[in-house]
Structures are given as structure tokens and as C-alpha cells.
T-cell receptor, first 116, second 113 residues
Framework: GENVEQHPSTLSVQEGDSAVIKCTYS??????FPWYKQELGKRPQLIID?????GEKKDQRIAVTLNKTAKHFSLHITETQPEDSAVYFC???????????????FGTGTRLQVTL | DADVTQTPRNRITKTGKRIMLECSQT?????MYWYRQDPGLGLRLIYY???????NKGEISDGYSVSRQAQAKFSLSLESAIPNQTALYFC????????????FGEGSRLTVL
């Protein structure tokens, strides 16, 4: 089955700096890659996703890039703010967004700390 | 607002006890999931259901069972709880649209002594 590795497990940046979290996946057929953010004591929430027919997607200060050849994708957060402090999970699936897949495989999470 | 609700939010139980975690949703979604979250292990799928008559095992189903009582309700049971089932449990739902977004409940923290 699919295996998703996520690095680093913890990341500390100063406010205003950029943060990058990287994930690699094992199944070359995977075609849907979401990122979820979990604030302390809260539920995970989708922040951005990308499909394999797109190399990059941006939404304000966050962006995701996908390298299908290398089977890795990354989350980029620019101009970090204290409210960006959270645990971030990447995930991968084949056909998840079209409803044909049953399973979304998550990475192990990255705890991002934005310091003042 | 349509939501995903889990009960109980916190539960402490003893080894060998039967425990049920309940999930109900008002989103009108047909697909429901139970995940377990452990530090350093991410979110792992226990069971999932695409409708009332459809129940499927996830990657860590041993020691767990589920019941889909209605489209809006999906319960997770631990027949005989053991300490290594101490974890944060999340119910999640999604609809048939192509957005793919999973909507999580607030979580149920279970401690097995």
C-alpha cells in the first residue's frame, strides 16, 4: 500500500520567515495530495490540496509543489505568523478526490512553531 | 452550521472494559471514517463506511469494531480495551463531491488504564 514519509517532525521558525515541510510517497499512481492543519487541541482541517496534473498551487501565503518524478511534494508557508503554529499533515491517495479511492494515507505530521 | 459531533470527548476506562465512541453528522455526507491519532504516528485509518450497508476495515482494525446505525451515525467500539489503545480518536466525513475534503469531528480522547 501507499506509504507517506514526512519531514521534519518539528520545525521552529521566526515570525516572518518561510517554512517548508516535505513529504515523499511510494505509489507512483497517487494523484491527490492534501495538506491538513491541526491547531493545538483542535480538529485537523484542510488548508490546501493539489492534484497530479498540476505542479504548483498557491493560496495567499501557502503553496504546495509537486514533483511526480521524484514522488515528493512540499508545503511552503511564507511570512509566517504566530497563528501558523500547528501540526501539519500531508497525505496521498489514488483517486480520492473523484470518489473512487477508499483510503487517504497520512504522513506522521510536522509540528511548526513560529516564534516572535 | 452542519457539523461532525463526537461523544464522549474524553473518557478514562480500565483494561478489559467495553467502550463505545459515537459519531453523528449533520452534513448529509454518505462516507464516514474513524481515525486514530498517536504522537509521531499521524492519523491512521481504523474503519470506514460508504453507506449503511458498507463497512470496511482500515489499516489498524484489530481490536475495534464499528456500527453504521444510520447515514448520519457511525460508532466505534473497543470490545475489551487495552492500554495501547490509549489515543485520540477522530471521526471524519466526506461527501460525493470532487473536492475530496475530509471533515473531522472534535476528537475523543481515550485513556485505558
Amino acid at each position: 500500500g501507499e506509504n507517506v514519509e514526512q519531514h521534519p517532525s518539528t520545525l521552529s521558525v521566526q515570525e516572518g520567515d518561510s517554512a517548508v515541510i516535505k513529504c515523499t510517497y511510494s505509489d507512483s499512481a497517487s494523484n491527490y495530495f492534501p495538506w491538513y492543519k491541526q491547531e493545538l487541541g483542535k480538529r485537523p482541517q484542510l488548508i490546501i490540496d493539489i492534484r497530479s496534473n498540476v505542479g504548483e498551487k498557491k493560496d495567499q501565503r501557502i503553496a504546495v509543489t509537486l514533483n511526480k518524478t521524484a514522488k515528493h511534494f512540499s508545503l511552503h508557508i511564507t511570512e509566517t505568523q504566530p497563528e501558523d503554529s500547528a501540526v501539519y499533515f500531508c497525505a496521498a491517495s489514488i483517486g480520492w478526490d473523484t470518489g473512487t479511492a477508499s483510503k487517504l494515507t497520512f504522513g506522521t505530521g510536522t509540528r511548526l512553531q513560529v516564534t516572535l | 452550521d452542519a457539523d461532525v459531533t463526537q461523544t464522549p470527548r474524553n473518557r478514562i476506562t480500565k483494561t478489559g472494559k467495553r467502550i463505545m465512541l459515537e459519531c453523528s453528522q449533520t452534513k448529509g455526507h454518505d462516507r464516514m471514517y474513524w481515525y486514530r491519532q498517536d504522537p509521531g504516528l499521524g492519523l491512521r485509518l481504523i474503519y470506514y463506511s460508504f453507506d449503511v450497508k458498507d463497512i470496511n476495515k482500515g489499516e489498524i482494525s484489530d481490536g475495534y469494531s464499528v456500527s453504521r446505525q444510520a447515514q448520519a451515525k457511525f460508532s466505534l467500539s473497543l470490545e475489551s480495551a487495552i492500554p495501547n489503545q490509549t489515543a485520540l480518536y477522530f471521526c471524519a466525513t466526506r461527501g460525493r463531491t470532487n473536492t475530496g475534503e475530509l471533515f473531522f469531528g472534535e476528537g475523543s480522547r481515550l485513556t485505558v488504564l
